[in-house]
């Protein structure tokens, strides 16, 4: 028990630090680029969420993001409903995105890289989509006006937008920890470890794999919002870009997948390796080299990501945390 | 309890199961023999859903369950291992057990609680923060029984869980199954260890190339010339008898 006390003391610390650090940075930048790893952890955790837990890799994860961003655009441009509602149902409309891919490549048991490049495909199919009809704007793309203000979820201050995709991540984290101690992530991780055996054992593996799904869209339909009301412009490459697809799950992996701080850590440590590079290097092109190399050191010596090197070194003193989660109950 | 009738499955030209009837009463343990490649996994895997019979018929509790998935088998109370354990390699024994409990109650120390339980009669407590990785064989196939076990079934389906045991191992697992047939499951086994098959079943099945040779008690069974020649060849039956 007080394993798991300490455990929490430590996450609310950690919070209310997150919370108050504004106060103490008057630098626009550091507070735009803490803004961006909060975006890039919130979707990460996203992407977890199906391919971390449930073990089903998409490689289209952008599609929920542009949908959602769509949706609560299109609403507010066209028949001027205020994105703070705006923002349910682009959540509504990822999830449902979420659903019809989910329905349509689980049902037909698409498994591994194929499911990959279906998600890739989907996201493909809605950028040429959203290319060639009109309430999109097609390629000229949407403008919205600024106007500052809590119906309209945009912000006078980069601090405002700072609270508003830190609450996103404080949501992704919660959703999270409730998979880690809750009868639905036990039965994502036994599809991911072994569908088969799942299957056998009660688990409806579709209906579960769905949920997943529609879980990921909902989230990516909000950090739509969130993007189009902070920059305030959207065109389809920009909604449906590969890029931001291999960002999510980039910092997860980085990270550790499957874990509740992964995507947080992953998004973190890319994004100063991003700016430092950027900072130190003065030969244009060379701080991607670097930010590569480092990708490939990475991801090549430590398979876990950084947070199961870290729990690696802590399973030789002792035991895992993973052990102290399920045991808290009668320690 | 448990009623095949006329179940047959082909692959491609190959029939591997062919019409096959047999039936499982309430406690019993029924036990289902036969040469590798026989179809007695085939079998199995149609009972449990994870294969679609081509002809036939399989009731469970005089329900059909042809056509259902295995997860609304498993609800039903009726649930597999498998021969080739399949355990959830990342997870420790603990959360391995717990993802079976899972299937009867969706609070997680009611959960944890079952499983405990359930480690207590297949005598995997001292291996529940293990990892299922680092199990041994005999660990792994304690596992396949355990997990099944936490989802409460009516009627277990083991399909080997004694291969790769050494002696000491089967008279323990011997134990348990007796053990869990006293707890009032029914128990269905594919097992080819002879001394287990004699000791535990009140009734056995001999499958030979998809096909049903013998039923009966397992002295019985044992004496029927043709399981003879099924397992030693041609003719084995004959030479035996003049031997002895």
Redesign the interface.
């Known amino acids: 028990m007080t394993n798991f006390r300490s455990h929490l003391y430590f996450l609310l610390l950690g919070a209310i630090a997150l919370i108050i650090l504004p106060y103490f940075i008057s630098s626009r930048f550091y507070i735009d680029v803490l803004t961006l790893i909060f975006f890039t952890a919130y979707l990460g955790q996203s992407w977890n969420i199906l391919g971390g837990y449930a073990g089903q890799f998409s490689f289209g994860g952008v599609m929920f993001f542009g949908t959602g961003a769509y949706v609560s655009s299109i609403l507010l441009t066209t028949f001027g409903f205020p994105p703070i509602f705006g923002i349910f149902l682009a959540i509504m409309g990822g999830a449902l995105l979420g659903l019809i891919v989910g329905y349509m490549s689980f049902r037909s048991g698409l498994k591994g890289s194929y499911f990959a490049l279906i998600t890739l495909a989907f996201a493909e199919l809605l950028r040429v989509l959203a290319n060639s009809v009109e309430f999109t704007g097609g390629g000229v793309g949407l403008f919205l006006t600024y106007a500052p203000g809590l119906s309209n979820l945009q912000f006078e201050t980069p601090v405002g937008f700072y609270y508003f995709a830190l609450v996103l991540m404080f949501i992704s984290i919660a959703i999270v920890y409730w998979l880690e101690?809750?009868?639905f992530g036990?039965?994502l991780?036994?599809i991911?470890?072994?569908e088969?055996?799942?299957?056998?054992?009660?688990?409806?593996?579709l209906k579960c794999k769905i949920y997943a799904i529609m879980i990921m869209g909902a989230m990516g339909g909000a950090a739509g919002t969130f993007y189009s009301q902070k920059y305030l412009y959207l065109d389809p490459p920009i909604a449906y870009s590969i890029h931001l697809s291999v960002e999510m799950l980039l910092v997860t992996i980085v990270g550790g997948m499957g874990t509740i701080f992964g995507p947080l850590v992953g998004a973190f440590v890319l994004h100063t390796v991003n700016e430092v590079a950027r900072h130190f290097i003065d030969t244009p092109g060379l701080s991607l080299i670097v930010y590569g190399l480092i990708l490939i050191v990475i991801i090549g010596y430590l398979p876990n990501g950084l947070i199961g090197a870290f729990k690696k070194k802590e399973k030789k003193s002792g035991?895992t945390s993973?052990?102290k989660k399920?045991?808290r109950?009668d320690s | 309890m448990l009623n095949v009738s006329n179940v047959t499955k082909r692959f491609g030209g190959l029939v591997a199961v062919s019409s096959v009837d047999l039936e499982v009463n309430e406690k019993e343990i029924v036990s289902l023999i036969g040469p590798n490649g026989a179809g007695k996994t085939t079998l199995f895997a149609m009972v449990?859903g994870?294969l679609k019979a081509d002809e036939g018929r399989v009731d469970f509790e005089n329900a059909s369950v042809l056509g259902m998935?295995?997860?609304?088998i498993?609800?039903l109370g009726m649930?597999?291992?498998?021969q080739i354990t399949?355990?959830?390699?990342?997870?420790?024994t603990?959360?391995n057990i717990?993802?079976?409990a899972?299937?009867n109650?969706?609070?997680?120390?009611r959960?944890?609680t079952k499983a405990e339980e359930v480690a207590e009669v297949v005598g995997m407590t001292s291996l529940l923060?293990q990892g299922a990785d680092g199990l041994t064989v005999a660990g792994r196939k304690r596992l396949e029984l355990a997990?099944?076990l936490?989802?409460d079934p009516k009627l277990l389906l083991l399909d080997e869980v004694m291969a790769g045991l050494n002696p000491a191992e089967i008279d323990d697992i011997v134990t348990v199954i007796k053990g869990i047939r006293d707890r009032g499951v029914t128990i269905f086994l594919i097992e080819h260890v002879m001394k287990a098959v004699m000791n535990l079943s009140d009734r056995t099945y001999v499958l030979n190339d998809g096909k049903l040779i013998a039923s009966g008690t397992p002295a019985s069974v044992a004496e029927n010339p043709q399981v003879i020649e099924a397992y030693l060849g041609h003719g084995a039956a004959e030479a035996m008898a003049e031997g002895a």
């Not at chain 2, 109650?105 to 120390?109: A, C, M, V």
Request: aromatic letters at 6%; charged letters at 20%; glycine letters at 6%.
């Open positions: 101690s809750s009868r036990a039965q991780v036994a991911r470890e072994n088969d055996a799942a299957e056998a054992l009660g688990i409806n593996t035991s993973l052990d399920t045991s109950g | 449990a994870f998935r295995p997860h609304q498993c609800q649930v597999r291992t498998f399949q355990p959830f390699a990342g997870l420790t603990l959360q717990m993802v079976g899972y299937s109650t969706s609070e997680t120390d959960a944890r923060h997990r099944a936490a989802t």
